[in-house]
Structure formats: C-alpha cells, structure tokens
C-alpha cells in the first residue's frame, strides 16, 4: 500500500527542539521531490520545506529558514523535519507529501501523509 | 512571493447545485494550479493540476478552468461528500503557496 505515515509530534516548551519522520511505504521516496507542509489548528495550509530526490537541494519558507532542517535517510525510506528554536507560531498539523516528479521543480503533492500534530506551549 | 486569494472563505450550496470557485494570483502562474479537497481531520487530496486536468479516481463532475492569473474550481453537480473545505496551490515557484481554501457548506 503507498503511503506516507508521520510520527513524532508532541508538546513542547518555546525555544525547544523536535524531530518529525515521515515513513514511506509502497515506494521509494528517494525516486521523488517530498515536502513538509502545516497546517495550523483552524487556518489554511502552508508549505514548509522541500528537498530533492538526490538531497542536493532543499528549500525553506520564509518563516522556518535556518531553524528548520529537512533530510531524509535513503536506507529507511524516511523523510525528517528537524525543528529548532521552537516558537507558539509553530504549532501546527505538519503533513508530509510527495511529488510527483523526481526533481526539486516546483509541483504539485500527489500523495499527503495523515499528519502529526506539534503544539509549542509553556 | 505569489500570493493566492480564494475570495469566498464559506460558501452555502444544497445538494444538486453547480459550485464554482475561484482562486487568483498575485502574478501569472501561467497553468502551474492545483486544487485540493480537505475534510476535518483529513489530509488534502489532489483533485486537479495544472489547472484543468482531473486527477486519476476523481469524479468527473470537478473541473477546473483558468491560466495566467484567475482560476476557476467548478462541481457541476454538488453531492453529499463534496462538503468539505477546497484549497488551490500554485507551484510555479518557490515559495509554494495555497490560497486561503473555501468552505462548501451546507445550505
């Protein structure tokens, strides 16, 4: 079955770190440009971070550059979000999704997780 | 950074009816919109892209119209699972950005 599974939200104080994953299965995410977007609780999407097939590019909103890090681990077909300096603002659903082309060009997500819900809070 | 507008944030519509909804861009986007479904609690899924092809699965009731900077999300016959929030999404650079979504709400 082709899926994405997030994992890793949770409650955590302002100014602190956490790690998402986002686990695929039914194909290989190596073969394809995944993003990170969020959604926070009762407001619209926004997209996060992307890196390419080859994790030679990666790109970042505005609003998480150089506090955010994407990756992704080839071995164990997971993508990660790496979140530091945490903020109230953070607190979102944060999905994973997919492209369907392999390289880092802007496109579409053909294929979203079900998402894992980060609350930053005192 | 292109901003997109959905400029309905709810609309009210009964079962049966046509639906249009419409998205604009700050800039051209040439054909590069997507559009996607959310129900509460649920991931997004793709309905179309590049603005006007239906994506596998999806009914043939959407459609979707549109290039430049002006697009358009049509259900051409509204249907009980349709009530759901829609949101479109240009990806013709980066920063990747969404419009505000529309609520299809029951009427």
């Known amino acids: 079955q082709v899926q994405l599974v997030e994992s890793g939200g949770g409650v955590v104080q302002p100014g602190r770190s956490l790690r998402l994953s986002c686990a695929a299965s039914g194909f290989t995410l190596s073969s394809y440009g995944v993003h990170w977007v969020r959604q926070a609780p009762g407001k619209g999407l926004e997209w996060v971070a992307v890196?390419?097939?080859?994790?030679?590019?990666?790109y970042y909103a505005a609003s998480v550059k150089g506090r955010f890090t994407i990756s992704r681990d080839t071995s164990k077909n997971t993508l990660y979000l790496q979140m530091n300096s945490l903020k109230s603002d953070d607190t979102a659903v944060y999905f994973c999704?997919?492209?369907?082309?392999?390289?880092?060009?802007?496109?579409?997500?053909?294929?979203w997780g079900r998402g894992t819900l980060v609350s930053v809070s005192s | 950074d292109i901003q997109m507008t959905q400029s309905l944030s709810t609309l009210s519509a009964s079962v049966g009816d046509r639906v249009s909804i419409t998205c604009r861009a700050s800039?051209?986007?040439?054909?590069?919109l997507a559009w996607y479904q959310q129900k509460p609690g649920k991931a997004p899924k793709l309905l179309i892209y590049?603005?006007?092809t239906l994506e596998t699965g999806v009914p043939s009731r959407f459609s979707g119209s549109g290039s430049g900077t002006e697009f358009t999300l049509t259900i051409s016959s509204l249907q009980p699972d349709d009530f759901a929030t829609y949101y479109c999404q240009q990806y013709n650079s980066y920063p990747l950005t969404f419009g505000g979504g529309t609520k299809v709400e029951i009427k």
């Open positions: 999704a997919k492209q369907p082309s392999v390289d880092y060009v802007p496109d579409f997500f053909d294929l």
């Open positions: 800039q051209s986007v040439s054909s590069w």
């Open positions: 590049k603005a006007s």
């Open positions: 890196i390419s097939y080859d994790r030679s590019n990666k």
